[in-house]
């Protein structure tokens, strides 16, 4: 018996298991050499085609509904078909009223899937591009994950459907405000979503201690220049100082320096100054003097007058803080006003004012630069039952008619189409006095890094920011920091497909940062 | 190709028909258990990311380079450490406490004792969330433990505790220590009420002092339930998430970020289910050999 063994293949059993696994661990380990990056598959783009015919119908709502008759006509959807929106709970009162309004309208069933967690949508959406259940027909996500979606392969390119069905985003008097139109809807030049929501910052203050003539003079014997709402950084980082009062409770601002939207103050004086996040390349230029400069000033402004919990709050403090009265000035998204002025949140009410956020002077022309962050965009999924019915949808929510009446409501959705910023409706929602300063900072609002793993630049960023706030790391030695990561993650996602994208992103920041870009030869287009 | 049953004549009907019944439920352990594993070990071998635009099972073979980064990652290896010694930190609190109190309720009798018990377990029995929020509003800058020290030492007693890593952390652990003392309590005094009495009262006739009687008697008849407490309550400790997502977010910076977290972030956020899942491999590795060398002391006392 033994012989026999012995005498099969001419090895024992020991004998060959020992080399099958010494083989097996040496092609294991002429592996451990960095991970490949796999060659992507192309997001979901119709080949072009002929020119498409558009839909009859004078509004967008109404050549969205009759998109619907169409559809049914041709067979493709019958009434009491289901479609599933996931959207964030705080959505609820702008979208469900709506829905029940567009089921009746067009015998469809749409309803709503709420998540409470936002981080949690992104989880949703990335296992739905993995497993494709089709579970859900519409997402309703962060403006910066239109990419991964589009890479994902998880939703359709809208591009034809936008021809098709002119949903008046870019032109016309209903025209959503200019850039918000193009960086909630474009990812490498098409139109892979739809803007839903405007999340521009603004910065809020105490009107009061402004109007206060004891402080005029004060502040005027101080600085040798009236007490005005600051123009530029620099006069705004002595405005703060000049009102920070730790001894009465009151500290002179909260800008957010934590963990999720460090980023948001120090990128808002970094590109007023003219820096951008990458080069031609996508090599970061975080690290470059602008970087530099402004997370410094930073840093100063938060570790001198802000309270501790600027940096490790989240973002609902500046909804405590600010109405409260224990900072002078807070900016956050547009709801802070509403917060602010409401008797029920707020010990301040009719002692708030708002303002644009300050930029930086080049040559005699202030630039500014206002963080749109966040910000919630529509867009299909490739799996849905009729992505073009999908489309009709949200084509007919975000309408000039429909789109008054959801985003009036409270929500967390908030104004976007620039008409609108007249409506009786909009100026009792928002207070007559905040819509103008809305409205002029949304003209200068610049997208959150929106390339593909977007989450990962972003969080990578924070981090580092947060560490430099904190007093862990010099604010140079957390930007290189950041910059590194950053370039390890260009490689691991693909630097050619970056870089294209990148060259996108870019045309969808506001028409003054461009031109400064291009005066200081930052890009070679 | 091997048949993994062999016919004998033991096989008849009823064996045949005992093997049919249990198939359903083989299968769904496989499915449930057996697959996923196989999934996360094949994941961790490849490059991929949901946003790479590849299907999964089309990704490019990476080898172990996944588990070379993750050896080389110092954001894995500081949670990895700062976990262990958080672990090390609460759970040896919680032990001590919890002996403390199960031995003062094992020896001495007041009035309520069965009530004040019951209350003590209560932490246990709350949710992680509410925990994590409870102990993160006491320790927010204008929080209930601020204005204690403000009260009693002045204005300038007030303590950064989330700004501070250190300070950050310990009240982690305390949130933690609160939560789980109970646990060791209840397993303890469990423990103590099943001892038998008649080693105790022998040794109190031949005037053995109470920390003798502790010492010699009553530590190595409980040991085996002790280290139980232990294994199970560490390794639960190990992955902790909770408690640091909503206190500090693993904050400042990623100074009580916790192994859990980071790896929540690498594949939730991130993307990385690749990278993430050779971590998360390397983690049950080191996680099984640690209760193994944990248990061994437990089946010798067996």
Known sequence: MANKKKGYGKLTRREFLKAA??????????????????????PATPAPGTPVPRVEGATPEERALNGIKALKAAGKIKNGDTFVILHHSGQRNNIVPALEEWNRLTGLNFVSAEEGLEANIYTKVMNEAVTRTGSYDIFLTFVNWIADMAEAGLIVDQTEWWEKYDPEVDHGPNAYVSPI??????????????????????????????????????????????????????????????????DQGIRGVHMYAERYFAYTGWAARFISRGGAYFDDNMDPLITSEEGVTALEEMVRLIQNHAWPDAVTGDWSVAYTRFPEGSVFCAWAWPSLGKWAQDPKTSKIVGKVGAMEIPGTMHDGELIRAVPHVVGWSFSISRYSKSPEACYCFIQWFCGPKTGLDAIARVGTLDIFRQSWFNEPKMKEAYGADFLPVLLANSKNAFPDI?????????????????????????????????ADEWQKITDRLGRLSQIEAWRQERKNYPEPIQRLWRKKGLFKD | MHFPVRWSPEWNEERWMGQLLILPMQLLIWFVLIVPMLIVIYLSLVSWQPIMGVDWWQAPFAGLSNYVQALQDQRFLTALGRTMGLVLVAVSLEFLLGLALALFFHQEEFPGKRIVASILLYPMMLPWVVVGLCFYLLF???????????????????????????????????????????????????????????????????????????????FPMLKPVMLIALIIRALEAFKIFDLVYIMTGGGPGTSTESLSLYLYRTGFIYGQLSYAAAMALLVLILIALVARLAVRPLEREL
Not at chain 1, 199 to 227: A, C, H, I, V, W
Not at chain 1, 228 to 244: G, I, K, L, M, S
Not at chain 1, 460 to 474: E, S, V
Not at chain 2, 156 to 163: I, L, P
């Open chain 1, 450 to 482: 929106s390339l593909r793993g977007a989450n990962e630049y972003l969080d990578k960023l924070n981090l580092h920011l947060q560490q430099a706030f904190a007093g862990q790391k010099k604010p140079e030695q957390a930007l290189k920091d950041a």
């Open chain 2, 140 to 218: 927010l800058d204008k929080g209930p433990v601020n204005y204690i020290l403000i009260s009693l030492f002045g204005p300038d007693a007030s303590v950064q505790w989330y700004q501070n890593p250190l300070l950050a952390l310990m009240t982690i652990a305390l949130a933690d220590i609160w939560q789980w003392t109970p646990f060791m309590f209840l397993v303890i005094y469990s423990g103590l009420g099943a001892l038998p009495p008649e080693p105790v009262e022998a040794a109190m006739t031949l005037g053995a002092s109470r920390w003798e009687i502790f010492r010699y008697i009553v």
């Open chain 1, 21 to 42: 696994g010494l083989a097996a661990a040496g092609g294991l380990l002429s592996t451990c050499a960095p991970a490949p990056t796999p060659t992507p598959r192309t």
């Open chain 1, 181 to 246: 139109d193009r960086f909630t809807s474009l990812y490498k030049g098409r139109r892979y979503a739809m803007g839903a929501d405007n999340d521009t910052f603004s910065m809020f203050y105490r009107k009061d201690l402004m109007e206060n003539p004891d402080e005029q003079k004060r502040f005027e014997d101080k600085f040798g220049r009236k007490l005005e709402v600051p123009r530029t950084w620099e006069e705004f980082d002595q405005w703060v100082a000049f009102f920070d009062r730790p």
